[in-house]
């Protein structure tokens, strides 16, 4: 999986680099999430602006980074979801549980 990652202070910028976030490699960004959050981070933005298709595994390493982010008082926001991807948060009511930006400037200026 191509995962850009880039610190702006404390917070961690992941920039996943795929069309696809499925079973094929939603581990890696669940590890990748874990370590972050095990390493002491404080906030992540995963932006998915060039993610075009997710399913149930994607779904699944994001809310796995949520709540390790929840269990050490952390925050994990998500930035730039496609039309298709913003559905599945919606069909999945995710949306309610995710703070969820346009951009990654504006979720990096939510902190």
């Known amino acids: ?7 702006q202070g404390a917070i961690v910028l992941l920039q996943v680099k795929e069309e696809r976030l499925d079973a094929h490699n939603a ?16 906030g ?22 949520f709540k390790n982010a929840s269990a050490r008082q952390a925050d994990l926001k998500l930035s730039g979801l496609q039309s ?11 949306h309610r549980v995710f703070e969820i930006y346009t951009t990654m400037d504006d979720a990096l200026a939510s902190f």
Request: charged share 25%; hydrophobic share 40%.
């Open 27 to 42: 581990d890696e960004l669940k590890q990748t999430l874990n370590n972050l959050f095990g390493a002491g981070k404080s």
């Open 44 to 65: 992540v933005v995963v932006d998915l602006k060039e993610v075009r298709f997710i399913d149930s595994s994607g779904l699944g390493a994001l809310v796995s980074g």
């Open 84 to 94: 298709q991807v913003k559905s599945m948060f919606e069909l999945t009511r995710l």
């Open 1 to 7: 999986m191509n995962i850009k990652q880039e610190e």
